[in-house]
């Protein structure tokens, strides 16, 4: 069914079901996980106004922080029997989505798996959706695992 299968990781419980959904599936089906999670320590600069304000992208994480959530994917791999890679990518000033679908490319994923936090309203507004851009942008199966009330997982 699927032989590789990238799960985009940020550290957030709605990734942490991402990167379970994808070894269940890499255990039906004998395939290898390629994990990642999008570094964003860099400042971007960004115009408000015609000033131009440092600003981090919202979406990737720290160092520090992706460390924890490849060491996790990592222990879950050993402890599921699962074949898995976990890795981090630096963005270097480009969107999460952008990264996450190109580094989905590369390894040649038969299938993305990615949690969303379902944010609604201003807060999905103002910080935007990783998942949804990725969604537009994917060139293949994109699988989502939301989190909270109704969490679920649909394939678009």
């Known amino acids: 069914m699927y032989r590789r299968i990238f799960a985009a990781l940020d ?61 996790d994917a990592e222990t879950a791999f050993q402890l599921s029997g699962v074949r898995g890679i976990a890795q981090t990518v630096e963005a270097n000033g480009q969107d999460v989505s952008d990264v996450l679908a190109r580094a989905a490319a590369e390894c040649d994923a038969d299938l993305i798996v990615m949690g969303t936090h379902g944010r609604r309203g201003v807060r999905r507004a103002v910080l935007g959706s990783v998942a949804e851009a990725l969604l537009r942008e994917a060139d293949r199966p994109v699988l989502v695992v939301r989190e909270g009330p109704g969490a679920g997982a649909g394939m678009l």
Not at 13 to 20: E, F, K, N, W, Y
Not at 34 to 50: E, G, H, K, W, Y
């Open 11 to 71: 550290g957030s419980r709605g990734s942490r079901l991402a990167l379970d959904e994808a070894i269940s599936l890499a255990r039906e089906s004998g395939g290898l996980v390629i994990a990642m999670c999008v570094v964003s320590d860099a400042p971007r600069l960004t115009d408000v106004d015609s000033g131009y304000v440092e600003q981090r992208d919202p979406a990737g994480l720290d160092a520090d922080k992706a460390a924890i959530a490849v060491a």
